[in-house]
């Protein structure tokens, strides 16, 4: 199993619209690269392989209430990216993220993609204020009233709202559905980055697992619109794929149950009188 964890900051993390400030992305990045995040922990108890792999950060995208956050340059070589990234061979790959404000611009995406409410499904995130959870609402709307909601292209979606760890996600996506690996889906921002694909093929997805509910209420809305059923229902709200680390274990109790459970015959128990 290898789980890969983009990192990417945002430009509209200077609205004020999260808990912690974009100097936290930093932060946690070198605290994966010391073994000291969740994720770490989860890995080595599941025995999955882990990358972390940081985006630019010193040049956050640009903030998308005002101006687009990538060009299609910018939006095409973190696809590529995360598509180089997918290791040639892999039973199941796990997609998580790491990116401070990263909740605002996947909700914008999901409401463009679903013409939904933005009230309705935007939440907490790292655990906001109800003032700020309104003005992350007011942000978000200033950025689809300056985009629009009828996108025809996965890199029109993308390079509006960013951000680079989700354009990565998308890019590791394609790269799998080409290998014939497994996905699972960590929370709500690598879902929403799956689910721009969908404008390209509505079926793009079928290697996708989404291995967990997240505590966002958007996350709960694109699931249903996906049409697929998460493996937990935690109240999750970390990120980082810790979600997809711990449907991994649920996962690899199946298979051992699966491949290594007798049967009744072998077993030597009677059948059903």
């Excluded at 999260?18 to 605290?31: D, R």
């Excluded at 790491?98 to 409401?111: D, K, L, P």
């Excluded at 354009?167 to 996905?183: E, K, L, N, Q, S």
Aim: hydrophobic fraction near 40%.
């Amino acid at each position: 199993f290898q789980c890969l964890v983009f990192v990417g900051n945002h430009g509209v993390a200077k609205k004020n619209v999260s808990a912690y400030s974009s100097k936290v992305t930093e932060q946690m990045l070198n605290n994966f690269q010391s073994g000291g995040a969740a994720i770490n922990q989860l890995c080595d108890l599941s025995n999955i392989s882990l990358s972390v792999i940081p985006i630019n950060l010193q040049k956050p995208t640009k903030d998308f209430s005002e101006e687009k956050a990538m060009n299609l340059e910018e939006t095409f070589s973190a696809m590529q990216l995360g598509y180089d990234s997918v290791p040639k061979k892999c039973d199941l790959l796990i997609l998580g993220e790491m990116g401070i404000s990263n909740t605002t611009s996947a909700t914008a995406i999901s409401c463009a993609l679903y013409n939904t409410s933005v009230k309705k499904w935007t939440g907490l995130g790292t655990g906001i204020s109800e003032k700020k959870l309104r003005n992350k609402i007011s942000v978000i709307n200033k950025g689809l009233k300056l985009h629009g909601k009828k996108f025809d292209s996965v890199v029109d979606i993308l390079s509006s709202f960013g951000g680079r760890e989700m354009a990565a996600i998308a890019g590791a996506i394609i790269a799998a559905r080409v290998r014939g690996i497994p996905i699972l889906l960590d929370g709500f921002v690598s879902t929403a980055s799956a689910a721009t694909l969908t404008i390209f093929n509505k079926n793009i997805l079928e290697h996708c697992l989404i291995s967990h509910i997240s505590s966002e209420p958007g996350h709960k809305g694109i699931i249903l619109k996906l049409n697929k059923e998460p493996i937990l229902d935690l109240n999750m709200k970390l990120g980082e794929a810790s979600g997809g680390a711990v449907a991994a274990l649920i996962i690899k109790a199946a298979l051992v149950t699966h491949n290594k459970m007798a049967t009744f015959p072998e077993a030597g128990v009677s059948q059903k009188i």
